[in-house]
Nanobody, 121 residues
Framework: QVQLVESGGGLVQPGGSLRLSCAAS????????MAWYRQAPGKQRELVAH???????NYASSVKGRATITSDNAKNSVYLQMDGMKPEDTAVYYC???????????????WGQGTQVTVSS
């Protein structure tokens, strides 16, 4: 079994910063990509940023320039630093990974339980 555990959510003032962390544990052979998604009330879940095992990154246009995604392959962890937070960043943020649990298995998608981020004064 693979588990993703997120931390770092909470209340942030507009213009403030936040750092989310996510650690994958369990039987992991190789991680292909790790990502952060978010879902605001009444909206669909959307990709915030992803980082591949080789370090390539991609960001949603809404956070580009304000967000930085990094990973620590040795710790099977991914981080999201967000600066210049806006009220529209308020959402539940989910950690996501696509990984193999075994050399002979196809990659599978795994999700964390989500962490609430609220941007408000």
């Amino acid at each position: 079994q693979v588990q993703l555990v997120e931390s770092g959510g909470g209340l942030v003032q507009p213009g403030g910063s936040l750092r989310l962390s996510c650690a994958a544990s369990g039987t992991i052979f190789s991680i292909i990509v790790m990502a952060w998604y978010r879902q605001a009330p009444g909206k669909q879940r959307e990709l915030v940023a992803h980082i591949t095992s080789t370090g390539d990154t991609n960001y949603a246009s809404s956070v580009k320039g304000r967000a930085t995604i990094t990973s620590d392959n040795a710790k099977n962890s991914v981080y999201l630093q967000m600066d210049g937070m806006k009220p529209e960043d308020t959402a539940v943020y989910y950690c996501n990974t696509i990984l193999r649990v075994d050399r002979g298995r196809l990659p599978r998608n795994y999700w964390g339980q989500g962490t609430q981020v609220t941007v408000s004064s």
